[in-house]
């Protein structure tokens, strides 16, 4: 159960796009197209942002959304705006009732 | 409105035992998949355990034999046993539920509750 690998900051203008990538094992990503993420605001509560590696839950700007290639799903989001600053989190499936988290990446808007 | 609600966090010595408690409403407990998963200072999320809408429950490696998930179907409740607690057990615990089939993912979440396990 190790955690999936994600670049620990990137950071991008206002206006801007950037993608954040998560990196796992044929084990987890790789088997499952079951990838979510989650941003977070400081000292805030998780919030859905894309399930299943693609798909936006209702509410949630068109600006983000998701993809996957191999062993590795990506969030990306354009048109960067202030209030994207915030920490975020890809979880995947990994089989046998487990779930993995990614380590986090913290993005600044500049 | 769909709302999640955790108490019983605080400061326990290692060895100690703590129960968290995640109230909900707006659903049903017993008809969702729910979850815990923590935070320790600095760090980032770590999915704890499970129990699904029949009673199955799954826990991390990390948690297994020391952890358990149960639930109180006429409270709407769900609680987190903590035993033999250990210094890396230090997190915001946080309960959520999880929508499964056609969704997959951890849709709501609760605010948290601070475990610091110390002498």
């Known amino acids: 159960q190790s955690a999936l690998t994600q670049p620990a900051s990137v950071s991008g203008s206002p206006g801007q796009s950037i993608t954040i990538s998560c990196t796992g094992t044929s084990s987890d990503v790789g088997s499952y197209n079951l990838v979510s993420w989650y941003q977070q605001h400081p000292g805030k509560a998780p919030k859905l942002m894309i399930y299943e590696g693609s798909k936006r839950p209702s509410g949630v700007s068109n600006r983000f959304s998701g993809s996957k290639s191999g062993n590795t799903a990506s969030l990306t989001i354009s048109g960067l705006q202030a209030e994207d600053e915030a920490d975020y989190y890809c979880c995947s499936y990994a089989g046998s009732s487990f779930w993995v988290f990614g380590g986090g990446t913290k993005l600044t808007v500049l | 409105e769909v709302q999640l609600v955790e108490s019983g966090g605080g400061l326990v010595q290692p060895g100690g035992s703590l129960r968290l408690s995640c109230a909900a409403s707006g659903f049903t407990v017993s008809s969702n998949y729910m979850s815990w998963v923590r935070q320790a200072p600095g760090k980032g999320l770590e999915w704890v355990s499970v129990?699904?809408?029949?009673?199955?429950?799954y826990y991390a490696d990390s948690v297994k034999g020391r952890f358990t998930i149960s639930r109180h179907n006429s409270k709407n409740t769900l609680y987190l046993q903590m035993n033999s607690l250990r210094a890396e057990d230090t997190a915001v615990y946080y309960c959520?539920?999880?929508?499964?089939?056609?969704?997959?993912?951890?849709?709501?979440w609760g605010q948290g509750t601070l475990v610091t396990v110390s002498s």
């Open positions: 959520a539920r999880f929508r499964g089939a056609g969704f997959f993912a951890f849709d709501y």
């Open positions: 129990i699904y809408s029949g009673g199955s429950t």
